[in-house]
């Protein structure tokens, strides 16, 4: 093998170790990993993956690609947005982290906390999940979620 080829071969290896990293962390099965671990630990069952959740999330991350700010596009969907190399598994890991903040026995958040993220992770009924991920003009990653049914009705408990 001539040092050209050993070059455009090393050159090829590079590259495909770049578009590796780039995807790591952001296939279906690293979204649902994170989901249904949270999901096992309060005994609720495993969500699955929906091509038309995942499209539709998908459309919404493009769309916010201008100013990536959090803004919903409807109930049942979860937003999150980060620099650097941040991560659908990243994002799902930040809802997750709410938990402490969610009081099963009342059924709230603690006061001034946020948790609704994640009640909607593990929200019982909730059982497809869609995720897309998109870079935004300012280089941060705006991430979206979509589940179905929808969840986090007032009054009702997530599991």
Known sequence: MGLFNISLLLTCLMVLA???SCDAQNSPQDYLDV???ARAQVGVGPMSWDAGLASRAQNYANSRTGDCNLIHSGAGE???KGSG???GRAAVQLWVAEKPNY???TNQCASGQVCGHYTQVVWR???R???GRAR???GWWFISCNYDPVGNWVGQRPY
């Open 85 to 87: 190399d941040f991560t």
């Open 125 to 127: 009924n909730s059982v």
């Open 136 to 138: 935004c003009n300012n």
């Open 35 to 37: 989901h249904n671990n």
């Open 129 to 131: 999940l869609g995720c």
């Open 78 to 80: 979860n937003l999150a």
């Open 18 to 20: 770049i578009f590796h």
């Open 103 to 105: 009081n099963y026995g």
